[in-house]
């Protein structure tokens, strides 16, 4: 009998075992800097005008990024919470171009612009203008609607104060200029009455009461207030949309004669504190450029005199109302 052959079993076909695809991710490249140190032309003239109107930059324009400029984008971003790198990124770029317009080619070239306003004019604009420059010191006596020498000449020295084209006539850098300085002038100003600085506003009704630092952000003023009666009224400018000033009820908690802020390395004479590190301060910068820029959450006084007095009449404790009236 033939025996029968023993097979081996059969084996399952072997499948080499999958691999998952490698994914390689490519890390996305630094946004390419629009402007940047060393460079020239119109595109940076363009940026030292834009940095000009937010006083970060001071004219004449040079088309040059040198370290003046870079400094002052390095001052814009910081305000801002951006990294300040003095170089001009995308983003910094976005945000100067929505606080700022175009420069004109004359801003952008050193010349002066068309006239808006000029000698021998007449006009209620004209006395604003006039006006505007009383509050800092460029023009003396009675305001009028008669653009004559004595305006010309406030005006020449405006501009050469500020190294652009001196004319003596008011062209629309010179008006913007002067706009950001200062403020609407009051109907006091306007008359030649002895201005008030809180223009009449009422006294928030938690300021009738006790002793009160009464700060208006409507009107801008400050009035030292005792028992309802108003002792001084000075004005005040406040913090940017990005630091603003607190508002509400408060107490003076601290006072240094001599303060120099240890966040941002600045002087803060006759400092009384209120919030925080929020407080009521001399501010060379608002005695030297008015309205144009802000504070970093601070009540900034420009006249020397009044809060010197001021400082030595608040005692600790002192009721501090900020509102809008």
């Not at 460029?138 to 004595?150: E, L, M, N, P």
């Not at 201005?195 to 009422?202: F, H, K, N, V």
């Not at 108003?230 to 908690?253: I, Y």
Request: glycine share 8%; net charge neutral.
């Amino acid at each position: 009998m033939a025996g029968t052959e023993a097979t081996a079993p059969t084996q399952a076909p072997t499948t080499a075992p999958t691999t998952a695809p490698t994914t390689t991710v490519t890390p996305r490249p630094e946004p390419e800097p629009v402007l940047e140190p060393g460079e020239r032309g119109v595109r940076v003239r363009e940026l030292q005008g834009r940095l000009s109107q937010l006083a970060w930059f001071a004219p004449p324009m040079t088309g040059s990024y040198d370290p003046t400029t870079r400094a002052g984008v390095r001052g814009f971003q910081d305000k801002r919470g951006f990294e300040a790198t003095g170089i001009v990124d995308p983003r910094t770029w976005r945000r100067l171009l929505t606080m700022t317009r175009m420069p004109s080619e004359a801003e952008m070239f050193n010349r002066a612009g068309p006239a808006l306003f000029e000698p021998g004019d007449e006009s209620g604009q004209v006395r604003n203008i006039q006006a505007r420059l009383r509050q800092i010191a460029w023009f003396f006596g009675d305001v009028s609607d008669h653009y004559g020498d004595q305006t010309a000449e406030a005006v020449r020295g405006f501009q050469a104060k500020r190294q652009i084209p001196v004319t003596g006539k008011v062209d629309q850098r010179t008006l913007e200029l002067l706009r950001s300085m200062t403020r609407e002038p009051t109907a006091d100003e306007l008359a030649n009455r002895e201005p008030d600085p809180a223009d009449g506003s009422a006294l928030d009704a938690r300021c009738l009461t006790g002793v009160a630092l009464c700060v208006d952000k409507s009107s801008n003023s400050l009035r030292y207030v005792v028992d309802g009666d108003t002792r001084m009224t000075v004005d005040v400018r406040f913090g940017s949309a990005e630091l603003p000033t607190r508002e509400g009820q408060f107490a003076v908690f601290s006072k240094s004669r001599d303060h120099v802020s240890s966040l941002y390395d600045t002087s803060m004479p006759y400092a009384m504190f209120f919030s925080g590190g929020q407080a009521v301060h001399y501010s060379p910068d608002f005695a030297a450029n008015g309205y144009n820029g802000a504070s970093h959450g601070c009540v900034n006084v420009r006249d020397l005199g009044a809060i010197q007095s001021l400082f030595d009449q608040v005692a600790i404790g002192t009721k501090v109302v900020v509102y809008r009236s």
